[in-house]
């Protein structure tokens, strides 16, 4: 473990995987990057540099809970390219993470190298996800055994007469088998808090965010996959138009962790845009 520290005094960690030029990997949740592992094997191209968000994991609890929110995180990821000395750094984020890294690439843009958004989030660009959108997807896996009572729980959130998003946690897997499961188990959030504080008002500015994004220079890979319900491709497809040097895969077979369902597939498309 490594550990820098904030701006604010907070002491913040951070696992390495491998070797070569470094990839500083935002995690999703917010939580502790543990649930990515090495990616599927990224690490055997890039030193995979995986931070640990504040109050997560081995990162310290801050003073000020307000800094949970998704603005304030910014200023913990430039702190850690500093500690890193790095000019320029390429960065990967999935899932809630990619609005952490979007609101840094907006703010800091000649600080970003390649920039990977992996089954990204989107609601620092103010794309939402309609219950119908949902729907849709979830249907085209009509014939799976768990169907019937993932999709029930599915309709009741969209009814708004249900919550149990746990559920519905096949939905977001390429294949619901045992590892899939046990993936899901150990990757869900443990701070509560800071999963509530990360889209408090203010987090986000879709209208100044997008305006950045627009004239981003450097280039960015957008990876969904194809049964995500978190992140459908449709959603992810409306991401990537707005950035000017944009590369879109969808990944066929794959659900929110397309490094668990394929990790060859996954990291053959990751590996391939950070090596142009």
């Known amino acids: 473990m490594h550990t820098f520290t904030a701006p604010d005094g907070t002491e913040l960690a951070y696992r390495t995987h491998g070797d070569g030029a470094p990839l500083v990997c935002i995690p999703g949740g917010p939580s502790d990057s543990v649930y990515l592992g090495d990616l599927g094997g990224l690490s055997a191209h890039r030193r995979l540099i995986l931070l640990d968000l504040r109050g997560t994991g081995r ?35 999935h899932s809630g993470g990619a609005n952490l890294a979007a609101r840094y690439a907006a703010q800091y843009p000649r600080n970003v190298g390649k920039l990977a958004l992996i089954t990204p989030g989107a609601r620092a660009v103010g794309i939402a996800i309609s219950g119908e959108t949902r729907r849709e997807l979830a249907l085209r896996r009509k014939d799976e055994p768990w169907f019937p009572a993932a999709f029930a729980a599915l309709e009741a959130i969209n009814e708004g007469t249900g919550s149990d998003w746990d559920a519905v946690a096949p939905f977001f897997c390429g294949r619901w088998d045992a590892a899939a499961r046990e993936h899901h188990a150990a990757s869900r959030p443990d701070n509560t808090q800071a999963v509530a504080l990360f889209a408090a008002e203010g987090a986000f500015d879709p209208q100044a965010t997008r305006a950045a994004l627009a004239a981003h220079e450097a280039p960015v890979l957008l990876l969904a996959g194809e049964f995500d319900l978190n992140s459908p491709p449709k959603t992810v497809t409306g991401f990537a138009e707005l950035f000017p040097d944009a590369t879109l895969v969808v990944q066929p077979g794959a659900g929110h962790y397309p490094w668990l369902d394929d990790a060859d597939r996954f990291v053959a498309s990751a590996a391939a845009f950070l090596a142009r």
Do not use: I, Q, T
């Not at 603005?71 to 990967?92: I, N, Q, S």
């Open 59 to 93: 990162s310290a609890m801050p003073e000020d809970a307000s800094s949970y929110r998704c603005d304030r995180l910014v200023e913990d990821v430039e702190a850690l390219r500093e500690h890193l000395g790095l000019p320029r750094m390429d960065l990967l984020a």
